[in-house]
C-alpha cells in the first residue's frame, strides 16, 4: 500500500515536470550580434527565436525542428539555417531512371534555411551524401544520422565560420559549407 501511494505521488511530481517548456541550445552568429533558438512550449506548439543583447528582434510562431537540432543564425540576423542530424526517412522514391537504384530514404530534408518571414528553403541528403556513400549513413527504424561529430558518430560537429558559414562533414568524410 505504501509502495502504491509513493508511486503515484512520484506520477504527480513528475507530470508538471514533463509539460516543462524545453528549448534548444542557443547559437550566436559569427558576428556576436545575433543569437537563435528554437522554444518547444508544448508538444507541435514551438516558436524560432532571434534575439539580440537587448532582446528579441523576430520570431516565428512554427515548429521548424526540434530541440536537439542545430540553429545558426545569420550576421544580419535575417536568416536561420536548421541542419536535422537525426532526420525522419524520406518516402517518396525520386523518379527518373538513374534514380531507380536510389533509396526513398535517401530523399529527405536534412537542412532546411528559415527567413524572418517564413519562407523555406530545404536541402536534402542526396546534396551531401553522393550515391556511394549512402552504405555510410546510419540507420535507424524511422531516422537516419548523416553528420559527423552529432549522435555518437565520430568527428567535428557541424560548426559557423569567422566568415559566416555553416562548415560540417557527413558520414561519407567530405567538407560541406552552407551560406546565408
Not at 516543462?20 to 537563435?36: K, Y
Not at 534575439?51 to 523576430?58: L, N
Not at 565560420?161 to 546565408?180: P, Y
Request: net charge positive.
Amino acid at each position: 500500500m505504501l509502495r502504491s501511494v509513493l508511486v503515484l505521488v512520484l506520477l504527480l511530481v513528475a507530470l508538471p515536470v514533463s509539460a516543462a517548456e524545453r528549448s534548444s541550445r542557443t547559437r550566436v552568429s559569427a558576428n556576436g550580434t545575433f543569437s537563435v533558438r528554437l522554444v518547444e512550449k508544448n508538444p507541435g506548439q514551438c516558436t524560432l527565436e532571434v534575439s539580440k543583447e537587448s532582446g528579441p528582434v523576430w520570431t516565428l510562431a512554427e515548429c521548424v525542428g526540434g530541440v536537439d537540432d542545430l540553429y545558426f543564425v545569420s550576421n544580419d540576423g535575417e536568416r536561420v539555417w536548421v541542419l536535422y542530424p537525426l532526420a525522419p526517412k524520406g518516402t517518396v522514391k525520386l523518379a527518373g531512371k538513374k534514380n531507380r537504384k536510389i533509396p526513398a530514404w535517401a530523399n529527405t530534408a536534412v537542412a532546411a534555411q528559415y527567413t524572418r518571414r517564413g519562407q523555406v528553403q530545404e536541402r536534402r541528403l542526396l546534396e551531401f551524401v553522393g550515391s556511394r556513400e549512402l552504405p555510410e549513413v546510419r540507420q535507424m527504424a524511422q531516422h537516419l544520422k548523416w553528420l559527423e561529430g552529432v549522435l555518437g558518430v565520430p568527428g567535428k560537429g557541424p560548426r559557423l565560420t569567422d566568415a559566416g558559414r555553416i562548415e560540417f562533414e557527413t558520414v561519407g568524410g567530405k567538407t560541406h559549407q552552407l551560406t546565408f
